[in-house]
């Protein structure tokens, strides 16, 4: 069975830490190292700096995902317990 769900896109970019105006780009290279590095070079100043990331990148995720699931719909409902009461509190 197929659903379908409205999804936002956020493109994620990383501002270099050496001149705080560019940003790192990465230049298609991976180090094979665990994890995997990749190198980026500020389009700005030239700064190089490796991440575990290739910037910029599209991060996408589903609208009222909380509210979208089913499962999750039913235990977040609210729980209000009864009063407790003379009686109950002896049948404890």
Not at 2 to 29: K, P, T, W
Not at 42 to 55: E, I, L, V
């Amino acid at each position: 069975m197929e659903r379908r769900y409205e999804i936002r896109q956020e493109e994620v970019a990383y501002v270099c830490d050496a001149c705080r105006e560019g940003e790192m780009l990465s230049d298609g290279f991976c180090l094979t190292s665990n994890p995997p590095q990749y190198p980026h070079r500020c389009n700005r100043c030239g700064h190089m700096q490796t991440f575990d990331a290739r910037y910029p990148f599209t991060r996408t995720s589903r609208l009222n995902a909380w509210t979208d699931d089913p499962h999750r719909r039913r235990a977040d409902t609210s729980f209000t317990p009864a009063p407790l009461t003379a009686s109950s509190a002896e049948a404890i």
